[in-house]
């Protein structure tokens, strides 16, 4: 799955395009992608997995080897990088350091032959919408890292360019300052409704900012979803391993019902049940996916509560939960999440309980070790 259904004409089309920097080796491999007006994407992958090498031929600083990007209907493969009419946002900032920040600023507009009262105009509103008004007139070292990454934020959106392309924006800065900032850029897009491409390797920030998510992975397109979907029911086990954490669990399959119910044996030899998501039929191997939080300690018995019997190894405590890791099925590494909450502190370590899960919230994924 990798075309978005996003209705009319998308403001941004990936048709077949491919990218090989030896001629052999495709870094980008046949992606095809719509992006919708006012839409905001993540392209979400580890290193080496063809995301920025994707957003690089969508701004013009890297030739796509096959295919045709469009940009409003428009094939743009051979429009230079500065007529593209395209924000961009790096992790480096790249202000220039002998201008003030309202002369960083102004500088796109002063290219694009804009009146120095109209400069003036667009400079105030923007630092205004990123909350530095009163720092116009300083250098960029006489920011903190948070307010020069507004200042390219801001640079950015200050053209009023319709597409706004942002690599690893936030990646230099400290936990709770990027935290800030993801909620900042999201609240920015909201109130400008202008499309945004984002390119980061962390996860709970593709999730938090994102209106689709595409998992790369060797060139590819895995899944392309809303973070809901992405998380909730992730469609092969790179992505759901990629995405949050998740117990593993390999085995084989049995048999799979009309209710799409799959019975697994597990290596273990334990019997379970699980939804089959990427499985075929019975003799195929199988890895199964369970989110911690998912799992329960000392589960009631019903009709489709998988119950397994586990030894706890250790707590930790984190505050609003305690994670308890457990041997489960022959695993020492099974994780449950226990909340905070009344009657749960007695769990000892050493000790035998058994654990349950829902076999919905069970995915049986292919198995990438198979």
Known sequence: MSKGNTGGEPMVRFDNVQKSYDGETL?????????????????????????????????GFEPATNGEIYLNG?????????????????????????????????????????????QEERVKKVLEMVELPQMGGRRPAQLSG?????????????????????????????????EQMQYEIKHI??????????????????LTMSDRVAVFEDGIIQQLSTPEELYERPQNSFVAQFIGEN????????????????????????????LAVNVK?????????????????????????????????ELIYLGDHIRTRMSVAGHP???????NNAGHHQLKEGQSADVGWQAEDCRALDDMAA
Do not use: C
Request: charged share 25%.
């Open 333 to 339: 590494d099974f994780i449950v999440k226990v909340p």
């Open 281 to 313: 039929g019975k003799g195929e191997r199988t890895l199964l996916s369970i989110r911690p939080e998912r799992v329960t300690i000392a589960p009631k018995k019903g009709k489709n509560t998988i119950v397994l019997p586990g030894r706890v190894e």
């Open 74 to 118: 428009r094939p743009i493969n051979n429009v230079p990088p500065h007529k593209r009419g395209i924000g961009m946002v790096f992790q480096n900032y790249a202000l220039f350091p002998h201008m003030s920040v309202a002369e960083n600023l102004a500088f796109p507009l002063s290219v694009r032959g804009m009146s120095k009262a109209e």
């Open 27 to 59: 870094v980008v491999k046949n992606l095809n992608l719509d992006i919708a007006k006012g839409e905001f994407v993540t392209m979400l992958g580890p290193s080496g997995s063809g995301k920025t090498t994707t957003l690089m031929m969508l701004a």
């Open 146 to 178: 948070g307010q020069q990454q507004r200042v390219a934020v801001a640079r950015a959106l200050v053209f009023e360019p319709d597409l706004v392309l942002m690599d690893e924006p936030l990646g230099a800065l400290d936990k709770q300052l990027r």
């Open 189 to 206: 897009h909201q109130s400008l409704g202008v499309t945004v491409v984002y390119v980061t390797h962390d996860q709970s920030e593709a």
């Open 247 to 274: 117990n593993k669990l390999r085995g084989t399959v049995q048999d799979i019902g009309r209710d799409h119910i799959a019975t697994i044996k597990l290596d273990s030899g334990d019997m379970v049940k699980a």
